[in-house]
């Protein structure tokens, strides 16, 4: 990774030069066998729609607050780098009725509609399906997101030092989360490039968003990220974790 790299979405950009075609995301739901995996070069042009989406259709500015009520998820992790790359602060968890706008799963709809700003709803179905029905007082990201750019350029610069997180609370500017992600690199076990992390922790702390996505990203790593593991036996994890040469876990 390059060493000026000063937020997340700067350490997207380095990824993308250094080896777009290698594994970034690989996303399983043992609840509904879903896998998923995306390239650099792929979740980086899902974050150049997401952030033309916030910023074009939603008209998201720097130091906007987006209520992330979301799952680990690969689509989560999508959202949170096109946060960083407009410049809004991605409140993971975060109460609705304090954003500006607010990003919700199928479970969260009904929290979701405290927030009196735009309100976008997840599906989160295999393959980024779309609801059957967009949920009234919302709009589908699954529907609106294909339509947007594959390039996506920041109307101002996003300043490194301003709010870029808040997870359990706690606010991150965009350096911090990048000094942090790579000084806690090694206590994950996180040695560097090609190094593959399986997660089966929550986004809903730092230390689940730091194994599940800032980690591996900081490092030329990768994250096996894994909604519902408990439901995955040992045997079956054990496979897993052969199969996907995973170099460590956390869970």
């Known amino acids: 990774m390059n060493a000026t790299d000063r937020?997340?979405?700067?350490?997207?950009?380095?990824?993308?030069?250094?080896?777009?075609a290698r594994p970034l995301v690989t996303f399983y739901d043992d609840a509904t066998g879903e896998r998923v995996e995306l390239s650099v070069a792929t979740f980086a042009?899902?974050?150049?729609?997401?952030?033309?989406?916030l910023q074009g259709e939603l008209s998201a500015e720097p130091g906007d607050r987006v209520a992330l009520l979301l799952p680990a998820h690969w689509?989560?992790?999508?959202?949170l780098l096109a946060c960083s790359s407009v410049?809004?602060?991605?409140d993971v968890?975060?109460?609705?009725?304090?954003?500006d706008i607010v990003v919700s799963g199928p479970d969260t709809l009904e929290a979701a509609r405290e927030c009196s700003g735009e309100r976008v709803a997840l599906a989160l179905r295999p393959l980024g399906g779309r609801f059957p029905q967009t949920p009234a007082g919302f709009v589908d990201y699954a529907v609106e997101v294909p339509s947007q750019g594959d390039r996506f350029v920041p109307y101002a610069p996003v300043d490194p030092e301003?709010?870029?997180?808040i997870v359990a609370g706690r606010e991150f500017s965009g350096a911090e989360v990048v000094e942090?992600?790579?000084?806690?690199?090694?206590?994950?076990?996180l040695t560097g490039p090609g190094?593959?992390?399986?997660?089966?922790?929550?986004?809903?702390?730092?230390?689940?968003?730091?194994?599940?996505?800032?980690?591996p990203l900081a490092t030329g790593g990768s994250v096996v990220l894994c909604r519902n593991l408990g439901l995955l036996g040992e045997d079956a994890l054990a496979k897993r974790i052969e199969s996907e040469r995973v170099s460590v876990v956390a869970r």
């Not at 350490?11 to 080896?19: F, G, M, N, Y």
């Open 7 to 20: 937020t997340p979405a700067d350490l997207l950009r380095s990824a993308l030069a250094a080896d777009p």
């Open 45 to 53: 042009n899902w974050v150049a729609k997401t952030a033309n989406l």
């Open 75 to 79: 689509q989560t992790a999508v959202w």
């Open 87 to 90: 410049g809004v602060v991605a």
């Open 93 to 99: 968890a975060g109460h609705p009725g304090a954003a």
């Open 162 to 165: 301003e709010a870029a997180l």
């Open 180 to 189: 942090r992600a790579r000084d806690e690199a090694g206590a994950l076990g």
């Open 195 to 215: 190094s593959r992390l399986l997660s089966g922790l929550g986004y809903d702390t730092w230390e689940g968003v730091a194994a599940g996505l800032y980690g």
